[in-house]
Every structure is written in structure tokens, then in C-alpha cells.
């Protein structure tokens, strides 16, 4: 059984910052890639960042969002500045891994963590 675990969602005001992180537990073999998306109310879900063989972080939050990954702790941040109303979405974690040597890769998601900006 694998879980992600979305954690440091909150209320900030526009230009404060947050600090996102998704632990991924249960019986994990290796993971290829993790990925934060976010979803507005009333809008598809959108990726924010990846990581896998490269970093990719979107074109509306690139040079306020970082992502970063303890590789050691199945971890992966969002660290989360300068931010705008825009920014308001529940955020979710995605991974792709192996639970095996031999298992398939499979996707798996987050419950997701509210992020609110406003004043």
C-alpha cells in the first residue's frame, strides 16, 4: 500500500510565502518522478512542477516556486513565495514508482492541501 501525504497548505496573504510538502510511504521500490498540480475552483488541473529526469516548473510560477526532493525521505517541497490570489487552488502530489523490482510503474495521488491567498 503507498500513500502521499500533502502537508503546509494554508491562508497567506498576496506576497507572503508557504512551504508544501508530500511524503510518499507504504512499500516503495523506486520512484521515477514526482509532480506537483493544482486545481482552482471551476478550472482543470494544472501542473505546477516536476521532477524525473529534469526539473520543469510552469511558465505562471517560475521564479516564485521552487520544487525540490529528499530522495533519502521519499520527500518532495514546494516552497511557495511572492504569491498571488491567482495562486488560490488545492494543490496535489503525484509520483509515478515501483512498489517492486518487477512491478509496473503506477501512478499515484495525494489527497490534496488547500492553498488560499488573500487579504
Avoid: H
Amino acid at each position: 500500500q503507498v500513500q502521499l501525504v500533502e502537508s503546509g497548505g494554508g491562508l497567506v496573504q498576496p506576497g507572503g510565502s508557504l512551504r508544501l510538502s508530500c511524503v510518499a510511504s507504504g512499500t516503495i521500490f523506486s520512484i521515477n518522478g514526482m509532480n506537483w498540480y493544482r486545481q482552482a475552483p471551476g478550472k482543470q488541473r494544472e501542473l505546477v512542477a516536476s521532477s524525473g529526469g529534469s526539473t520543469y516548473v510552469a511558465d505562471s510560477v517560475k521564479g516564485r516556486f521552487t520544487l525540490s526532493r529528499d530522495y533519502a525521505k521519499n520527500t518532495m517541497y514546494l516552497q511557495m513565495s511572492s504569491l498571488k490570489p491567482e495562486d488560490t487552488a488545492v494543490y496535489y502530489c503525484n509520483a509515478y514508482l515501483r512498489t517492486g523490482r518487477n512491478s509496473p510503474l503506477t501512478e499515484y495521488w495525494g489527497q490534496g492541501t488547500q492553498v488560499s491567498v488573500s487579504s
